[in-house]
């Protein structure tokens, strides 16, 4: 193998990871559709699980053991914010190179929600 292919690899794989951590982070904060729960709104649901449960056949009181671990993992963490400018960074500065490498177009970014100014800092264009 020469040094340009193992070069050409290694910088393969840093793009890659480069792309894959910022896009894992954008779908992470996507945000959900609806009215936003509060804390106050969680709290309520709980309550109203374990009355429900004392009256429930096997089969709905499993159902309401995962919703209530659902509502408690979301309840922990409301409120985290993840700032995603330094993985946007790294993003930019391998995106057009990425896409130009396989083949991906300015529509599949923007369909899997990379914002358009960040296409535009990476240089990547609809013409691309």
Request: charged share 25%; glycine share 8%.
């Amino acid at each position: 193998m020469t040094d340009a292919h193992k070069a050409a690899l290694a910088q393969g794989r840093t793009e890659s990871q480069a792309v894959r951590v910022y896009l894992e982070a954008l779908r992470a904060n996507k945000p959900v559709r609806g009215r936003k729960r509060t804390p106050e709104s969680i709290g309520k649901r709980l309550a109203a699980i374990d009355g429900e449960r004392a009256s429930a056949d096997a089969v709905k009181e499993l159902r309401l053991v995962q919703e209530r671990l659902n509502l408690e993992a979301e309840l922990a963490n409301m409120g985290t914010v993840v700032d995603t400018s330094a993985l946007e960074g790294e993003f930019v500065k391998v995106a057009k190179s990425y896409g130009q490498r396989t083949g991906v177009s300015y529509a599949a970014w923007r369909a899997v929600g990379v914002p358009a100014a960040v296409l535009t800092a990476a240089g990547i264009t609809r013409a691309n």
